[in-house]
């Protein structure tokens, strides 16, 4: 199933061309002449100089007036200051989650944390049949009550979990009492860390009825976490053993495509890794 969004407007040809054009030049360390460009791109050579005219008009090229040659400018930096990780998550994890959805038909989350909760960054909410909730991009979930939340706490470093528990501790309402009790968290986290898994039966308030489990994503070298992934379903369906024994392999197989795929789509942009 493919769960990109179709549009029925046509693609507009001079900013796929112009794209190209910012493409080619990434790839070349010293610049090239229109004419080079032309060839590399497939482009008429009027074309290429009149996209490469506009691009310097709006700053992200910059010719050269010595042997009129075209290279980036420091514009094009802006195209990616305010690409973040997590975004680059949803990028590289939405064309998957596709194929995911089909393997374990119940809607799944992709989620990072965002200070003190966990925010919904992709889901297959709106694709599965099975769902009962449409609109989940951009909910806030908490950290102690859900599945991808406990999973966040036991995968991440010790400081920063020493971090997110101190913020936590110091709110007030029964959501945030496991902050306080240590032990009884340690019992929670020991027992993710060693199933590879966190969980969640029926333990959140405002959504009583479900139950999750969520599996860490981490980066290419493993070696920071960036975010979980957690499948979500109607508690009285199945246990939580139950969904580990038929789901738990699908999401760990997500996960490192995630990993691999992130590794290779950031060494390829040397400039955004």
Known sequence: MNIDRYS??????GLSRGLALLNALNRLDGGASPSSLAEITGLHRTTVRRLLETLQDEGYVRRSESDDSFRLALKVRELSEGFRDE????????PLLGDLLQRVLWPTDICTLKVDEMVVRETTHRFS???????????HLPVLQTATGLAYLAFCGEA???QILALLATRD??????ARDRLALDNILRKARHRGYGENYMGWNREAKIASIAVPLHDQDSQRLLGCVSLIYIAKAMSIQQAAERYLPALQSFALQVRQKLGTDLSSRPGLA
């Open 173 to 178: 309402g029964p959501e945030y009492h496991l």
């Open 160 to 162: 920063e979990r020493e």
């Open 129 to 139: 049949r099975l769902s009962f909730h449409r609109s989940m991009v951009g909910r």
């Open 8 to 13: 029925d407007y046509k693609t507009v040809r």
């Open 87 to 94: 975004q680059w998550i949803s990028a590289i994890a939405a």
